[in-house]
């Protein structure tokens, strides 16, 4: 199977999460005037029944590029995660909907180079894709002594195109 990836936007990826970026005008103007601050862009969720905490952690992927083959989902039941380029590089999103407690019908999204993005808790997403060296992220996500990963082997592995 071969998916499309689309551009990332924040009406394609509601379902899945935000996208985190700067556009349109800013919520308020702060530091005296010289910085705009875009307000609360991410819905944050460590689930309170999961005595986690936020986390700030770096992860450095290897790039890889189009065409993908996809062959792993994972999700994070207890908490979202947001991945935050640490430079200015288009990044690929995978991500599917739940169906019955596994993944349902892949979609990807191509980051136009000045997007990050949170991923829903319990969200079913492919591994860190970036497109270009670093492949440095700030990721937020929960922090905390119980497992937080499930990973589905794709028996049918599938191919992103641009």
């Known amino acids: 199977m071969q998916i499309k990836a689309d551009p990332l936007t ?3 990826f509601a379902p899945f999460g935000d996208v985190l970026d700067a556009t349109g005008g800013p919520d308020k103007i702060i530091n005296a005037g010289l910085c705009g601050r875009y307000h609360d862009r991410a819905r944050l969720d460590f689930g309170p029944e999961t005595g986690g905490r936020a986390g700030i952690s770096i992860f450095k992927a290897e790039p890889r590029s189009l065409p993908y083959l996809c062959d792993l989902l994972e999700r994070h039941p207890e908490g979202s995660q947001a991945f935050i380029p640490m ?3 288009p990044f690929l999103v995978i991500v599917a909907p ?5 993944p349902g019908q892949p979609r990807a999204f191509l980051t136009n180079g000045a997007q990050a993005i949170n991923l829903h808790r319990g969200t ?4 860190l894709t970036p497109l270009a060296a670093p492949g440095l992220f700030a ?15 794709l028996a049918d592995p599938f191919t992103v195109i641009a």
């Open 10 to 12: 924040p009406e394609g």
């Open 98 to 102: 739940d169906d019955r407690g596994q």
């Open 87 to 89: 430079s200015a590089d």
């Open 139 to 153: 990721v937020i996500d929960r922090i905390g002594n119980t497992a937080n990963l499930e990973e589905y082997p």
């Open 124 to 127: 079913w997403h492919g591994v």
